[in-house]
Nanobody
Framework: VQLQASGGGLVQAGDSLRLACTASGRTFQIYTTGWFRQAPGKEREFVAA????????YAGDSLQGRFIVSRDSRKNTAYLQMNNLKPEDTAAYYC??????????????????WGQGTQVTVSS
């Protein structure tokens, strides 16, 4: 499975961005698509995930109110809609897929394939 992440950029606080993660290859085996982010000097952290049946998990209340994860199976693409962005959201955002079920969607070690990352920078 190959993953291509896109949609990052430089925005101002309060703006929105939509990230996309397009999969190719053995896409029929994908069970979970997860989003993670890593800010400079910090560890990679879980953001959100969506499973094949449509179960959604967010990292916490603060993200759930601003971020929305979705997927379009026909396009083999998952999305992360990010609204009301804050400077603390600045990070490289990565998508990843897990071919197995069910597993801890918040654990980066559980994922089998990763995209290259897309940078999101939010200025104040």
């Amino acid at each position: 499975v190959q993953l291509q992440a896109s949609g990052g950029g430089l925005v101002q606080a309060g703006d929105s961005l939509r990230l996309a993660c397009t999969a190719s290859g053995r896409t029929f085996q994908i069970y979970t698509t997860g989003w993670f982010r890593q800010a400079p000097g910090k560890e990679r952290e879980f953001v959100a995930a969506i499973t094949r049946p449509g179960e959604i998990t967010y990292a916490g209340d603060s993200l759930q109110g601003r971020f929305i994860v979705s997927r379009d199976s026909r396009k083999n693409t998952a999305y992360l809609q990010m609204n009301n962005l804050k400077p603390e959201d600045t990070a490289a955002y990565y998508c990843a897929v897990d071919l197995h079920q069910p597993r801890d969607v918040t654990n980066a070690d559980r994922y089998d394939y990763w995209g290259q990352g897309t940078q999101v920078t939010v200025s104040s």
